[in-house]
Protein backbone atom coordinates (compact mmCIF):
# COMPACT_ATOMS: atom_id res chain seq x y z
CA UNK A 1 0.00 0.00 0.00
CA UNK A 2 1.42 3.35 -0.81
CA UNK A 3 1.56 6.32 1.49
CA UNK A 4 -1.43 8.37 -0.10
CA UNK A 5 -3.59 5.58 0.41
CA UNK A 6 -2.89 4.69 3.67
CA UNK A 7 -2.96 8.39 4.77
CA UNK A 8 -6.12 9.01 2.84
CA UNK A 9 -7.90 5.64 4.62
CA UNK A 10 -6.49 6.61 8.07
CA UNK A 11 -8.14 10.27 7.33
CA UNK A 12 -11.44 8.42 6.35
CA UNK A 13 -11.64 6.23 9.29
CA UNK A 14 -10.58 9.17 11.34
CA UNK A 15 -13.65 11.54 9.97
CA UNK A 16 -15.89 8.02 10.22
CA UNK A 17 -15.01 8.04 14.51
CA UNK A 18 -15.25 11.85 15.20
CA UNK A 19 -18.64 12.39 13.73
CA UNK A 20 -19.94 8.99 14.83
CA UNK A 21 -20.82 7.71 11.35
CA UNK A 22 -20.43 4.11 10.29
CA UNK A 23 -19.88 4.73 6.96
CA UNK A 24 -22.36 3.03 4.75
CA UNK A 25 -24.33 1.15 7.26
CA UNK A 26 -25.80 4.47 8.59
CA UNK A 27 -27.35 4.96 5.71
CA UNK A 28 -29.00 1.81 5.30
CA UNK A 29 -31.35 2.92 8.46
CA UNK A 30 -33.29 5.37 7.12
CA UNK A 31 -36.05 4.72 4.88
CA UNK A 32 -38.09 7.36 3.45
CA UNK A 33 -41.89 7.07 3.81
CA UNK A 34 -43.17 6.05 0.88
CA UNK A 35 -45.85 7.74 -1.53
CA UNK A 36 -48.36 5.32 -0.43
CA UNK A 37 -47.88 5.57 3.92
CA UNK A 38 -47.71 9.72 3.09
CA UNK A 39 -51.32 9.47 1.42
CA UNK A 40 -52.70 7.40 3.76
CA UNK A 41 -51.80 9.30 7.18
CA UNK A 42 -53.30 12.31 4.61
CA UNK A 43 -56.75 11.02 4.55
CA UNK A 44 -59.62 11.91 6.30
CA UNK A 45 -61.12 9.82 8.87
CA UNK A 46 -64.32 7.78 7.61
CA UNK A 47 -67.41 9.40 8.79
CA UNK A 48 -69.50 7.43 12.00
CA UNK A 49 -72.42 5.64 10.86
CA UNK A 50 -76.05 6.30 12.41
CA UNK A 51 -77.13 2.63 13.67
CA UNK A 52 -81.31 2.90 14.91
CA UNK A 53 -83.00 2.03 17.85
CA UNK A 54 -83.28 -2.10 18.56
CA UNK A 55 -84.34 -4.66 20.81
CA UNK A 56 -81.65 -7.08 22.01
CA UNK A 57 -82.12 -10.20 23.70
CA UNK A 58 -80.50 -9.92 27.47
CA UNK A 59 -79.52 -13.27 28.86
CA UNK A 60 -79.71 -13.50 32.76
CA UNK A 61 -79.09 -15.56 35.26
CA UNK A 62 -81.87 -15.29 38.27
CA UNK A 63 -82.15 -16.81 41.46
CA UNK A 64 -85.38 -18.28 42.28
CA UNK A 65 -86.69 -18.63 45.65
CA UNK A 66 -87.62 -21.89 46.57
CA UNK A 67 -91.39 -23.06 46.91
CA UNK A 68 -93.09 -23.13 50.64
CA UNK A 69 -95.60 -26.01 51.11
CA UNK A 70 -97.22 -27.61 54.08
CA UNK A 71 -96.44 -32.14 54.85
CA UNK A 72 -98.70 -33.44 57.23
CA UNK A 73 -96.66 -35.46 59.65
CA UNK A 74 -98.82 -38.12 60.95
CA UNK A 75 -99.12 -39.19 64.83
CA UNK A 76 -96.00 -40.93 66.90
CA UNK A 77 -96.88 -43.89 69.08
CA UNK A 78 -94.90 -45.67 71.38
CA UNK A 79 -95.36 -49.00 72.65
CA UNK A 80 -94.93 -49.68 76.33
CA UNK A 81 -94.38 -53.24 78.25
CA UNK A 82 -97.17 -52.50 81.07
CA UNK A 83 -98.17 -55.24 84.89
CA UNK A 84 -97.89 -58.77 83.57
CA UNK A 85 -96.35 -58.56 80.29
CA UNK A 86 -99.82 -56.30 78.76
CA UNK A 87 -98.63 -53.94 75.99
CA UNK A 88 -100.51 -50.57 75.08
CA UNK A 89 -99.94 -47.97 73.38
CA UNK A 90 -99.03 -44.02 74.12
CA UNK A 91 -99.04 -41.11 72.11
CA UNK A 92 -95.63 -39.98 71.76
CA UNK A 93 -96.41 -36.51 69.25
CA UNK A 94 -99.70 -35.74 67.78
CA UNK A 95 -100.12 -35.11 63.84
CA UNK A 96 -99.69 -32.25 62.64
CA UNK A 97 -98.44 -30.09 60.09
CA UNK A 98 -94.79 -28.84 58.98
CA UNK A 99 -94.03 -26.21 57.08
CA UNK A 100 -91.17 -26.96 54.56
CA UNK A 101 -89.21 -24.55 51.85
CA UNK A 102 -87.62 -26.40 48.68
CA UNK A 103 -83.78 -25.05 48.36
CA UNK A 104 -83.14 -21.81 46.51
CA UNK A 105 -82.31 -22.25 42.65
CA UNK A 106 -80.59 -20.38 39.34
CA UNK A 107 -82.09 -20.30 36.10
CA UNK A 108 -81.91 -18.30 33.16
CA UNK A 109 -84.26 -15.87 31.65
CA UNK A 110 -84.31 -13.99 28.50
CA UNK A 111 -85.69 -10.05 28.42
CA UNK A 112 -85.60 -8.11 25.91
CA UNK A 113 -83.91 -4.62 26.28
CA UNK A 114 -84.20 -1.47 24.44
CA UNK A 115 -80.99 -0.09 22.79
CA UNK A 116 -81.50 3.62 21.91
CA UNK A 117 -79.87 4.69 18.66
CA UNK A 118 -76.33 5.97 18.68
CA UNK A 119 -73.45 6.88 16.20
CA UNK A 120 -70.96 4.08 15.87
CA UNK A 121 -67.16 5.53 15.26
Do not use: K
Not at 15 to 43: D, E, H, K, N
Amino acid sequence: MNLFTHSIAVSSLTIAMLTGTAGPASAQAYFPPTLSSARRACLPAPAPRYVPGHYETVREQVRVPGAVYRTWVPARYQTYCGLFGRRYQRLHSPGHYETRRAPDRYEQRSRQVWVPGHYSY
